[in-house]
């Protein structure tokens, strides 16, 4: 038997709302993690790190589908209308657009929009906002017989953008490009889906473990 006094730790973390923290993903494919399990995604892999260290979290509420550009993804927040406040929003978006061939100008002022959105999901808090890089596809089978080079400049171009843009407003920024690019060591399980293309549950993992910091210091948790 274990003692009820005195050895039951912090109490978990909670939303504004006393209840479960609500977080809200917002993106294409990387978010809705195309070729995985549900439970791989990483938003789910998130709210799985975050439960681990105390805080209670609701299912992530996530408005992404593959091949979503920014323009795309405007319009699904609209269709699907989330309601807020939520306590911690990310946003990943952008490689749709780069592959699409769109100019950077308009990417700029397409992501601001969506940040902006972001922010006011989070009841216009911006250090509750979350953006992540675009990661690059460049690296991958999929990318075969294209100029690799091109796409990672390209690529780049596009996270300069929107990681000025999140200093600007506030936001909290986590690159995940450099991970995508990384080789996995040796003995390591694969980091790509299926299709070649799309990460595998694992890089997805990373990519969580590179979010939680953040997530925790957005939720009052601190970031270790």
Do not use: C
């Amino acid at each position: 038997m274990r003692s009820t006094q005195g050895d039951a730790g912090p109490p978990a973390v909670r939303g504004v709302r006393g209840e479960g923290v609500r977080y809200l993903a917002l993106g294409d494919s990387y978010t809705i993690g195309e070729g995985v399990a549900a439970s791989e995604r990483w938003p789910e892999q998130l709210a799985a790190l975050l439960r681990a260290k105390g805080v209670s979290v609701d299912p992530p509420e996530i408005v992404a589908r593959t091949g979503w550009t920014t323009g795309e993804l405007m319009d699904g927040i609209d269709r699907e209308a989330p309601g807020g406040p939520f306590d911690l929003v990310s946003l990943l978006i952008g490689v749709n657009d780069q592959y699409r061939g769109v100019d950077p100008a308009e990417y700029r002022v397409a992501f601001r929009a969506l940040l902006d959105r972001a922010v006011g999901f989070a009841a216009g808090e911006a250090t509750q906002v979350i953006v992540l890089s675009i990661p690059d596809w460049g690296v991958t089978p999929f990318a075969q017989g294209r100029d690799r080079a091109r796409i990672a400049s390209e690529i780049d171009r596009f996270n300069e953008i929107n990681r000025r843009e999140t200093a600007a407003l506030g936001a909290r920024y986590v690159d995940v490009t450099q991970a995508s690019r990384a080789a996995p060591p040796a003995g390591a399980g694969t980091r790509l889906a299926p299709d070649g293309l799309h990460p595998s549950g694992e890089m997805y993992a990373i990519w969580a473990r590179l979010v939680l910091p953040q997530a925790r210091l957005v939720l009052g948790g601190g970031a270790g």
